[in-house]
């Protein structure tokens, strides 16, 4: 579920880039800044924590996207989201202008979580039977969640399929309570 906020922030950042024909940059230095959410926890806190006031998150956010080249609208963006105190927002940002972008593009959005790294081969196998689904090219953003242990969980739309081991470990653990 993604919150007004988030939707009206990357409705306006879709805006600036169609208008400055940057789209292709953007989904990159979007993708970084998710990248770098997820592989620290540090930058995790600064966003997500309310201990920081705007004016620290602004400063670290800045220092943060100039030491990873983030210029241009992703970097002003995620300095408006600070001042704003809207960064706990950003990673829902970041999904709903992925959904903005595809529908722009004519693709359906997925949102894939894998126990481990998916290789090119399997991503664009991946692509291809989603898009036997849809009906349609689908974009597809991938997170890698250990958790699971193994398998994919697929969420395109209001479908979700999960063939993790991890739920299907949970299914079997509580077929077995319920028998004993």
Do not use: C, W
């Not at 950042?13 to 990248?35: G, P, R």
């Not at 809207?86 to 894939?112: C, D, N, T």
């Not at 739920?167 to 079997?172: R, V, Y």
């Amino acid at each position: 579920m993604i919150s007004g906020v988030a939707e009206r922030y990357a409705r306006s950042l879709f805006d600036l880039a169609l208008e400055a024909k940057s789209l292709d940059a953007v989904d990159k230095d979007l993708a970084q800044v998710e990248s770098m959410l997820s592989g620290s926890a540090d930058m995790k806190r600064l966003i997500e924590s309310p201990v920081f006031s705007a004016d620290d998150q602004f400063r670290a956010i800045s220092a943060i996207a100039a030491k990873a080249g983030l210029k241009g609208l992703v970097g002003n963006f995620l300095k408006v989201a600070a001042k704003n105190r809207r960064l706990f927002a950003v990673p829902g940002m970041i999904k709903a202008y992925r959904q903005i972008a595809a529908a722009h593009r004519g693709e359906a959005s997925a949102e894939v979580t894998s126990a481990h790294e998916l290789g090119a081969a399997q991503v664009a196998e991946l692509k291809a039977t989603l898009k036997e689904v849809a009906g349609k090219d689908v974009a597809i953003a991938v997170t890698v969640d250990p958790s699971l242990l193994g398998g994919l969980v697929v969420k395109m739309g209001s479908r979700q399929i999960d063939t993790s081991l991890r739920t299907k470990l949970n299914s079997l653990k509580l077929a077995l309570k319920e028998v004993g």
